[in-house]
């Protein structure tokens, strides 16, 4: 009888710590890290809803005319630490500059041509580095 009291009881302080060290480790989280996006990061979206307002008046046969230096910055802005700038993303940057500086050069009847040569030039540009906006990136072509 001594024998299995003392075995219940054994049990039940070894149940009892365990359980204890259950809830050290539950109260134990994880550090919480906030995004931060990168400056080119940042910018491609700029060019994003800048494209997306452009996309906008020309379906309303507006022409726009201001290109917005800002974009120059492409060549400048620093990249996720994933990625690196290179001759490739070079020659791709400088296709999308000249692209979408055509846009304000066009007429009313090139603009649209122009603007879509523009939105390629971002896919093919992600197509060989980043591909995960191509989607949202498609929605911007006139069709």
């Given at each position: 009888m001594k024998n299995i009291f003392f075995v219940l009881l054994?049990?039940?302080?070894?149940?009892?710590?365990s359980t204890s060290q259950k809830d050290d480790k539950s109260e134990e989280k994880?550090?919480?890290?906030?995004?931060?996006?990168?400056e080119l990061t940042m910018l491609m979206e700029e060019i994003y809803v800048t494209n997306e307002l452009i996309k906008s008046q020309i379906v309303k046969g507006e022409v726009p005319t201001q290109?917005?230096?800002?974009?120059?910055?492409?060549?400048?802005?620093?990249?996720?630490?994933?990625?690196?700038?290179?001759?490739?993303?070079?020659?791709?940057?400088?296709?999308?500059?000249?692209?979408?500086?055509s846009i304000y050069k066009s007429t009313p009847k090139t603009v649209k041509g122009n603007f879509n040569n523009t939105i390629n030039a971002?896919?093919?540009?992600?197509?060989?580095?980043?591909?995960?906006p191509i989607p949202?990136?498609?929605k911007l072509l006139i069709k």
């Open positions: 054994l049990f039940l302080l070894v149940s009892c710590n994880e550090e919480l890290i906030m995004y931060v996006p990168s290109f917005p230096n800002n974009f120059l910055k492409i060549h400048t802005a620093k990249m996720t630490d994933r990625f690196e700038r290179d001759t490739v993303f070079d020659i791709l940057a400088n296709n999308f500059i000249k692209s979408q500086q971002c896919v093919a540009c992600h197509q060989n580095t980043c591909t995960g949202r990136i498609k």
